[in-house]
C-alpha cells in the first residue's frame, strides 16, 4: 500500500522535474528581454539626442525621418514589455496541478 511520505515524495519530486527547469529557463528570458529593453532605450536616447541636436540647429529636414525613428522605437519599447517572460501558456500550471492534484485525490477517496 501506498504511504503519505511516499506520496508526497513523489509529488515533490514530480513538481520539482516540472518547476527547475521552468525557472532556468525563465532567468534566461528574463535576462534577454532585459539586454533588449536597455538596448531599445539607448536607441531612444540616441534619437533624442539627434532631435534636440537638430531643433537646436534649426534644422527641420530630418524631422519626418526622426518622427518616424522615435515611433519605431517606442513601439519596440512596449512590444518588448509586453513579452512573457515564463516559458509557458498560462494554462500550463493548471494542468500541471490538475495532473497531480487529480490522481491523488482520487486515490485517498477510493
Do not use: C, Y
Not at 536616447?45 to 537638430?54: N, T, V, W
Amino acid at each position: 500500500m501506498i504511504t503519505a511520505p511516499f506520496l508526497t515524495g513523489w509529488i515533490t519530486v514530480a513538481s520539482a522535474a516540472f518547476i527547475v527547469p521552468l525557472l532556468g529557463m525563465h532567468r534566461r528570458i528574463s535576462a534577454e528581454k532585459k539586454d533588449l529593453e536597455w538596448q531599445v532605450g539607448r536607441r531612444i536616447e540616441a534619437a533624442i539626442s539627434q532631435i534636440h541636436g537638430a531643433a537646436d540647429a534649426g534644422d527641420l529636414s530630418q524631422a519626418d525621418g526622426l518622427n518616424k525613428l522615435m515611433g519605431s522605437l517606442i513601439a519596440e519599447r512596449e512590444m518588448l514589455a509586453r513579452l512573457p517572460t515564463w516559458p509557458w501558456q498560462p494554462g500550463t500550471l493548471g494542468a500541471f496541478v490538475t495532473a497531480i492534484l487529480l490522481p491523488v485525490g482520487l486515490f485517498i477517496v477510493t
